[in-house]
């Protein structure tokens, strides 16, 4: 396999999970401001902090209100990171390696792009905004299916799947860094509640909250919540699946050492740092440390294949 083709499948793959889980944390954001008080100002401003876009964001706007963030998230071509560029930079991608992926996955890519740029007034409208981007994250779950069930499981499968979980590795991490910080520090004890509340939204955005039920029975509260999020290797969705996904899929490919050596270092300290027993500063440094370690596994796959 030429090491361009490999490229394009690698991010294609990153690029489609980036559009569904940024549509995902819209959403959920939506709602979550339902559920709150109104004297409890959390606002849009956390959606622009978990994708690290705050200096891009206020050099075009002035302030982070619900239609301008949705504005950047969804459709702003000036965001390197907005579903729309995301889904543009899938597309083009897909088109290099339309030979290597099958056709219906191509029409699938295709079709949401066109459908997002269409309907794109849809995004500010709260009465359709939910199946708009809900649509979104269909069609991505479509895509991922039609890959997993009609594609050879070769080579380039092991690329699309190794940059699927990257980028939903590296989403997880984001979502419970900002949303564990910001999440009510100073609340009486009448309010004390709603931080579960925030901390179901952050299940939600990860679409975790049903299966998080199965295995917890307890209220949720934030220990459990971590556990689950970063630590639960049978939940697709969280950390150390992503980077079990990335080891398998690296242990298939040849000239493997330096990035399997790599996976497994960072896998070693998720293990053994007990996330939920950390407090906010020292969580936050794991998470920057999980984060650093997801951007050396890329840099190792990249100088290893591309």
Known sequence: MLSRVANNLYWL????????????????????????PKNIKLGWQPIIDILSFRDIFYQNY??????????????????PGSIINSLYFARENARTVREIIPREAWEQINNIYLQVVDNKSDAFTRSTRYSYLSNIILAHQT?????????????AYSFIRMGRNLERGDMSTRLVDVRSASLLPDVDNELRTFKNIQWMGVLKSMTA??????????????????????????FPRSLIHA???????????????????KVKQIKSYLLGAE???????????????MQQGLIEIDSEVSQSYF
Request: charge should be negative; hydrophobic fraction near 40%; aromatic fraction near 6%.
């Open 13 to 36: 793959a990153r690029y489609l999970e980036r559009a569904e889980n940024t549509a995902r944390l819209i959403n959920v954001n939506s709602h979550l401001l339902l559920d709150l």
């Open 275 to 289: 996330p939920a027993k950390l407090k906010q500063d020292k969580l936050h440094e794991f998470i920057d440390r």
């Open 62 to 79: 002035k302030e982070a209100d619900e239609k301008s963030v949705v504005n950047f998230m969804v459709l702003d071509q000036s965001n």
């Open 243 to 261: 980077v079990e996904q990335v080891e398998q899929s690296i242990e298939e490919l040849p000239n493997n050492k330096a990035a399997t050596e």
């Open 143 to 155: 895509i991922t299916g039609l890959l997993a069930g009609t594609m050879t499981h070769d080579e």
């Open 209 to 234: 909250y049903q299966m998080y039920r199965r295995k917890v029975r307890v209220r949720i509260n934030r220990d459990d919540v971590l556990s689950f999020l970063l630590l639960e290797p049978r």
